[in-house]
């Protein structure tokens, strides 16, 4: 991190020339021990000019420093600069590091979620942000310099329009646009200088500060590892493109002895206290301490921050991860490992593209780190199989052709050694325009106001879209008006449109559908006993789904469904036929209401169209069934998916409070809140914490390292007796349903036959166990908070309602916060 900031070295005028401007920032890079790459002072140059810069240069050439450069000259000359990056992630890093770079009180940050500092000249922002601001005030916005990086996210099919229109809509703006795999870049070289009016530079054909070693290999994975490590080739990163896969490697590697005594004991020096406090937190500490790392989206926050540490300091041998890495993390590796060649991407496997390609392998070899970087390509598996297997039969033509070669899978996409050695020599393909044109688009245009119909036409016309989707999207831009209109969102009077409400500041921006969520309540019932959980239903349904989740409570939902056919002796044939007729699918509380009111809004709203609803159960079905965040994890079989789960919680979480006016929803509510913020807290701190450090930035360094909140589980007092009544009912409704394994999987210290024996002998005093309403109320809970121990008493509530049974715990507090979790044991289940 940079000690010396930059505002340090700005020009003491408020309008230096060019040559004041670099010589500054010069003298700034020359006093942090920064040797200039020869085309880092080209870039330099043309941005101090006045110019547009196109760089498009390899991975590890230095284009943060050229960004900085941009902004630099921007605040210079007394202006606005924009930093845009695709993910959320990525532009937090960057506002952090801005920060320390620039002062905190001359950065700030919009990504949807957070606003910091909106005023500050130098914003960070996801691209989408800026888009939408273009859109909405055209050249008017305050922004005089954009640094777009990792430009060839414009060529993303849903998402590209959010990279091309600045483009289009602020021509006064000078632009650095960056990335490793532009391709050819011409296009945009003309487009920019004749938009701008600036001359636009590119700053190109710099050579690689560490050039890479292409290799392909017919040896197992293993063997492959192993080789590299001999060789003085790791750290290595071994890409997978599913998560199961990557973490499948790693296991399998964990039985070869990659760290010695030594570095077993750096790890774990380095580890200190952090807490692994999940099921794959677990695993993933047995496999760092062997020196290999894990890293996917699926995995929670602290943990990938976690792996990337230790793979700063050099810890780790091996990291087994996804293609992410392409985007991702930015430490010092010195072989990139392809396991393979193509991927799945939604609709299809396919091979990889050149720029895919190259985003990934241009990870190998860190300047400062590696003065060689190596990218290893696997064989396909059975292809390895096969040139063993000929290698045991040697030579013999005879006993060769005898061999029984393995075929590879029905429908395997193959790859080559002439494959990876296209890719390797393949220039990244070229840039294609992904305009659209969608109802929030049109309505932000329209919130611009001037001449409505010149600005729609401009942008469609001018975009960098073929004349056959220009027509499309203009057509599109008359039907969407047309709908606008008849709701009664615009006037149209002659050649003049008028907007007829106001938006709100955050419109298309974060969480489009919460204004129907606020409607949507009119439609509940605040005096239903089910008051609570309809509004958490609502909020829910405008949130984004988390597929992979979905998928598991959808297969429950037909496993469940089959065990009951087969109870009832119905036969297979029949068993398929009535899944297929009932459409069995996850849990969509509300949905017909919801759905049928949906239509409605949109006929007042019509850019809601751009949203879908979808109803679901998650947060509800985790509250309602009294279960923890690792309980959950473990029902549905998800362990990869624990970032997955936390995202979307938290998502929930800022929608609850950011959404719904105070006191909506009742006590109930309040607690579900409060315990969802401080189970979030607990489970990894990191999301809420960002998010609530970004209106204060402070270093956050020591808590990531320890993988630790700032306060303690037991610190927030109601959330933690939340927590606390939670379990303890959860423990109620499994002893209702007689289910003894679930029991003893709470692992609060009793078996499944200990379980088992004291279910027997209640079930002989009753006949069932009351998980109503009234059964968890607080006539039926006691909890003693005395001291660091507190004791529980669950009284149960039996049919005949004699009170006579009660469950009985004892809570270690201080062992609930080191584990972040509730730690208790069962003392008793007796009359």
């Given at each position: 991190?940079?000690?010396?900031?930059?505002i340090?070295?700005?020009?003491a005028?408020?309008r230096?020339?060019?040559?004041?401007?670099y010589?500054a920032?010069?003298s700034?890079?020359a006093?942090?021990?920064?040797?200039?790459?020869?085309?880092?002072?080209?870039a330099?140059?043309?941005?101090?000019?006045?110019a547009?810069?196109?760089?498009?240069?390899?991975?590890?050439?230095g284009?943060?420093?050229?960004?900085?450069?941009?902004?630099?000259?921007a605040?210079?000359?007394?202006?606005t600069?924009?930093y845009?990056?695709?993910?959320k992630?990525l532009?937090?890093?960057k506002?952090?590091e801005?920060?320390?770079?620039?002062?905190h009180?001359n950065?700030?940050?919009?990504?949807?979620?957070?606003?910091?500092?909106?005023?500050?000249p130098?914003?960070?922002?996801t691209?989408?942000?800026l888009a939408?601001?273009?859109?909405?005030?055209?050249?008017?916005?305050?922004c005089?310099?954009?640094v777009?990086?990792?430009?060839?996210?414009y060529?993303?099919?849903?998402?590209?329009?959010?990279w091309?229109?600045p483009?289009?809509?602020?021509?006064?703006?000078?632009?650095?646009?960056?990335?490793?795999t532009l391709?050819?870049?011409a296009?945009?070289?003309?487009d920019l200088?004749?938009?701008?009016?600036?001359?636009?530079?590119?700053?190109a054909?710099?050579?690689?500060p560490?050039?890479?070693?292409?290799e392909?290999r017919?040896?197992?994975?293993?063997?492959?590892?192993?080789?590299?490590?001999?060789?003085?080739?790791?750290?290595?990163?071994?890409?997978?493109?599913?998560?199961?896969?990557?973490?499948?490697?790693?296991q399998?590697?964990?039985s070869?002895r990659?760290?010695?005594?030594?570095?077993?004991?750096?790890?774990?020096?380095?580890l200190?206290g952090?807490?692994?406090?999940?099921?794959?937190?677990?695993t993933?500490?047995r496999?760092?301490?062997?020196?290999?790392?894990?890293?996917h989206?699926?995995m929670?926050?602290?943990y990938r921050?976690?792996?990337?540490r230790?793979a700063?300091?050099?810890l780790?041998?091996?990291?087994?991860?996804?293609d992410?890495?392409?985007?991702?993390?930015?430490v010092?590796?010195?072989?990139?490992?392809f396991?393979?060649?193509a991927?799945?991407?939604?609709?299809?496997?396919?091979?990889l593209?050149?720029?895919?390609?190259?985003?990934?392998?241009?990870?190998?070899?860190?300047?400062?780190?590696?003065?060689?970087g190596?990218?290893v390509?696997q064989?396909?598996e059975?292809?390895?199989?096969?040139?063993?297997?000929?290698?045991?039969f040697g030579l013999?033509?005879?006993?060769?052709?005898?061999m029984?070669?393995?075929k590879?899978?029905?429908g395997?996409v193959?790859?080559t050694?002439?494959?990876f050695?296209?890719?390797a020599?393949?220039?990244?393909?070229a840039?294609?325009s992904?305009?659209?044109?969608?109802?929030a688009?049109l309505?932000?245009?329209?919130?611009?106001?001037?001449?409505?119909f010149?600005?729609?036409?401009?942008?469609?016309?001018?975009?960098h879209?073929?004349?056959?989707?220009?027509?499309r999207?203009?057509?599109?831009a008359l039907?969407?008006?047309?709908t606008?209109?008849?709701?009664?969102?615009?006037?149209?009077?002659g050649s003049?449109?008028?907007?007829?409400?106001?938006?709100?500041d955050?419109?298309?921006?974060?969480?489009?559908?919460?204004?129907?969520?606020?409607?949507?309540l009119?439609?509940l019932?605040?005096?239903?006993?089910?008051?609570a959980?309809?509004?958490?239903?609502v909020?829910e349904?405008t949130?984004?789904g988390?597929g992979?989740i979905?998928a598991?409570?959808?297969?429950?939902?037909?496993?469940?469904?089959?065990?009951?056919m087969?109870?009832?002796?119905?036969?297979?044939f029949?068993?398929?036929n009535?899944l297929?007729?009932?459409?069995?699918?996850?849990?969509?509380p509300?949905?017909?209401l919801?759905?049928?009111a949906?239509?409605v809004?949109?006929?007042?709203?019509?850019?809601a169209?751009?949203?879908?609803?979808?109803?679901?159960?998650?947060l509800?079905?985790i509250?309602?069934?009294?279960?923890?965040?690792?309980?959950y994890i473990g029902?549905?079989?998800?362990?990869?998916?624990e970032g997955l789960?936390l995202?979307?919680?938290?998502?929930?979480?800022k929608?609850?409070?950011?959404?719904?006016?105070?006191?909506?929803?009742?006590?109930?509510?309040?607690d579900?809140?409060a315990w969802l913020?401080e189970?979030?807290?607990?489970?990894?701190?990191?999301?809420?914490?960002?998010w609530e450090?970004?209106?204060?930035?402070?270093?956050?360094?020591?808590?990531?390292?320890?993988?630790?909140?700032?306060?303690?589980?037991?610190?927030?007092?109601?959330?933690?007796?939340?927590?606390?009544?939670n379990?303890?009912?959860?423990?109620v409704e499994?002893?209702?349903?007689d289910r003894?394994?679930a029991?003893?999987?709470?692992?609060t210290?009793?078996?499944?036959?200990?379980w088992?024996?004291?279910?027997e002998r209640?079930?002989?005093?009753?006949?069932?166990?009351?998980?109503?309403?009234?059964?968890r109320?607080?006539e039926f809970l006691?909890?003693g908070?005395?001291g660091?121990?507190?004791?529980?008493?669950?009284?149960?509530d039996?049919?005949a309602g004699?009170?006579d049974?009660?469950?009985?715990?004892?809570?270690?507090l201080?062992?609930?916060?080191e584990?972040?979790?509730?730690?208790?044991?069962?003392?008793d289940?007796?009359?």
């Amino acid at each position: 991190m940079t000690v010396v900031s930059l505002i340090d070295y700005l020009p003491a005028t408020d309008r230096p020339d060019a040559d004041d401007v670099y010589t500054a920032f010069a003298s700034w890079a020359a006093d942090e021990g920064i040797d200039l790459y020869e085309h880092q002072e080209e870039a330099l140059l043309a941005i101090c000019s006045g110019a547009n810069v196109v760089v498009n240069t390899p991975t590890g050439s230095g284009k943060s420093l050229i960004a900085a450069a941009a902004h630099f000259n921007a605040l210079a000359n007394q202006r606005t600069s924009f930093y845009t990056a695709p993910i959320k992630a990525l532009v937090s890093e960057k506002f952090f590091e801005l920060c320390a770079q620039f002062g905190h009180d001359n950065v700030g940050m919009l990504t949807g979620d957070a606003s910091v500092n909106p005023d500050a000249p130098l914003i960070c922002c996801t691209a989408e942000i800026l888009a939408n601001l273009a859109l909405r005030e055209g050249a008017d916005l305050d922004c005089d310099s954009v640094v777009a990086d990792e430009f060839h996210f414009y060529a993303e099919p849903d998402r590209g329009w959010a990279w091309q229109v600045p483009l289009l809509e602020l021509r006064r703006a000078q632009f650095t646009l960056m990335s490793a795999t532009l391709g050819d870049t011409a296009f945009f070289e003309r487009d920019l200088t004749e938009r701008t009016g600036r001359e636009t530079v590119l700053v190109a054909g710099a050579t690689r500060p560490v050039p890479l070693d292409y290799e392909y290999r017919k040896t197992t994975l293993h063997e492959t590892v192993e080789n590299l490590v001999n060789h003085h080739r790791a750290p290595a990163y071994i890409v997978h493109f599913t998560q199961a896969a990557a973490l499948e490697t790693a296991q399998a590697l964990a039985s070869l002895r990659l760290v010695d005594k030594d570095a077993k004991a750096q790890i774990a020096a380095a580890l200190g206290g952090f807490r692994f406090t999940t099921k794959f937190g677990q695993t993933l500490a047995r496999l760092v301490r062997s020196g290999i790392g894990v890293h996917h989206a699926g995995m929670l926050p602290k943990y990938r921050r976690l792996v990337e540490r230790l793979a700063q300091q050099g810890l780790l041998t091996v990291i087994c991860g996804t293609d992410t890495l392409g985007v991702g993390i930015n430490v010092p590796i010195r072989t990139v490992v392809f396991t393979g060649l193509a991927k799945y991407d939604g609709r299809r496997t396919r091979r990889l593209r050149a720029r895919e390609f190259h985003q990934i392998a241009g990870r190998a070899g860190r300047a400062g780190f590696d003065t060689e970087g190596f990218v290893v390509c696997q064989a396909p598996e059975h292809v390895i199989e096969n040139t063993k297997a000929e290698a045991k039969f040697g030579l013999d033509p005879k006993k060769r052709k005898k061999m029984a070669k393995k075929k590879p899978p029905e429908g395997f996409v193959g790859w080559t050694e002439e494959t990876f050695g296209s890719l390797a020599e393949a220039e990244p393909e070229a840039l294609t325009s992904r305009m659209r044109m969608s109802h929030a688009m049109l309505v932000n245009v329209l919130a611009r106001g001037g001449n409505a119909f010149d600005h729609v036409r401009g942008l469609i016309e001018g975009s960098h879209a073929d004349r056959a989707e220009q027509l499309r999207m203009a057509r599109t831009a008359l039907r969407i008006a047309r709908t606008l209109r008849d709701a009664g969102i615009i006037v149209i009077d002659g050649s003049k449109v008028k907007l007829t409400v106001d938006l709100p500041d955050h419109f298309a921006l974060n969480q489009p559908l919460a204004p129907f969520a606020l409607a949507a309540l009119d439609l509940l019932d605040p005096d239903g006993e089910e008051y609570a959980m309809e509004v958490v239903s609502v909020v829910e349904a405008t949130l984004e789904g988390p597929g992979q989740i979905l998928a598991a409570q959808r297969n429950k939902a037909k496993g469940e469904a089959i065990e009951a056919m087969k109870a009832d002796g119905v036969d297979y044939f029949d068993r398929m036929n009535r899944l297929d007729e009932d459409q069995i699918d996850y849990p969509k509380p509300l949905a017909e209401l919801l759905e049928e009111a949906f239509e409605v809004y949109k006929t007042s709203h019509p850019w809601a169209a751009d949203y879908a609803l979808e109803p679901k159960s998650i947060l509800r079905e985790i509250w309602e069934g009294h279960m923890s965040f690792g309980e959950y994890i473990g029902v549905y079989g998800l362990p990869r998916a624990e970032g997955l789960l936390l995202r979307y919680l938290s998502s929930a979480y800022k929608a609850l409070i950011q959404t719904l006016p105070e006191g909506a929803g009742g006590p109930e509510l309040d607690d579900l809140t409060a315990w969802l913020g401080e189970t979030i807290r607990q489970t990894d701190s990191s999301l809420i914490n960002e998010w609530e450090q970004l209106t204060n930035p402070v270093d956050d360094e020591g808590e990531i390292d320890v993988g630790r909140p700032a306060r303690a589980f037991t610190d927030n007092e109601r959330a933690f007796a939340i927590a606390v009544r939670n379990l303890v009912f959860r423990h109620v409704e499994l002893a209702a349903a007689d289910r003894p394994a679930a029991l003893a999987s709470l692992e609060t210290g009793w078996t499944e036959s200990a379980w088992d024996a004291a279910l027997e002998r209640y079930f002989d005093a009753h006949d069932d166990i009351g998980t109503a309403t009234g059964a968890r109320s607080d006539e039926f809970l006691d909890i003693g908070r005395e001291g660091r121990t507190w004791r529980v008493r669950q009284t149960i509530d039996d049919p005949a309602g004699d009170r006579d049974w009660a469950m009985v715990f004892t809570v270690d507090l201080d062992a609930c916060d080191e584990a972040g979790t509730v730690v208790m044991s069962i003392e008793d289940f007796t009359d």
